[in-house]
């Protein structure tokens, strides 16, 4: 028996080769779609962090934290790690925008993610996200967590967006399931 196929509306952000996927996205609803870089730096991440990347208890990573827009306005915080051993003196590392997106450097040195689990959460916004998302505290967001492994099943990049819920395109899994 084949196993199912999940296909997703995060399958472009996976993806080597699709560009700016949030752009492609927010144009097809008819907006404009950009990101902010607001920097880039190796750090000792939390635990939780740690544990998905396999770092150990001081291994570091590189986080890419960046501003999502849509039409100019904030909608969206996304910080992306990846383990140092990896991404340290790649374009990953740089505070500037990567060409083609991270997935397509990660595809270049040979760990195209191959398998990818997300998690889904709600909550309120700490007084920092109020801040940079220009919200109120009555506003929820939805935590996206999203580890992706290469073909070997190592961790190559951990994705944590906060998104406004009522700016949200939303989520949407679909499942095939094979027919004998």
């Known amino acids: 028996m084949s196993t199912p196929r999940w296909a997703s509306t995060s399958d472009p952000y996976v993806i080597p080769g699709v560009g700016?996927?949030?752009a492609k996205e927010a144009a097809a609803r008819g907006r404009t779609g950009s990101q902010q870089l607001l920097g880039v730096e190796t750090v000792v991440?939390?635990?939780?962090?740690?544990?998905?990347?396999?770092?150990?208890d001081e291994g570091r990573a590189v986080v890419?934290?960046?501003?999502?827009?849509?039409?100019?306005?904030?909608?969206?915080?996304?910080?992306?790690?990846?383990p140092a051993w990896l991404a340290g003196g790649t374009p990953l590392a740089e505070?500037?925008?990567?060409?083609?997106?991270?997935?397509a450097v990660l595809a270049q040195l040979g760990h195209t993610p191959a398998t990818v689990t997300e998690n889904i959460t709600a909550r309120q916004p700490t007084e920092a996200e109020q801040t940079e998302l220009r919200i109120g505290d009555h506003e929820p967001l939805l935590v996206m967590r999203r580890l992706n492994r290469n073909g070997a099943g190592r961790p190559v990049e951990y994705v944590i967006t906060h998104t406004v819920a009522r700016l949200s395109p939303g989520f949407t899994?679909?499942?095939?399931i094979p027919v004998e």
Do not use: F
């Open 64 to 82: 890419r934290r960046r501003l999502i827009l849509e039409d100019d306005q904030p909608v969206e915080l996304a910080d992306s790690y990846y």
């Open 20 to 22: 700016d996927a949030w």
């Open 95 to 103: 505070n500037q925008k990567i060409r083609g997106g991270a997935i």
């Open 173 to 176: 899994y679909q499942m095939q």
């Open 45 to 56: 991440p939390d635990l939780a962090i740690r544990t998905a990347l396999d770092l150990g």
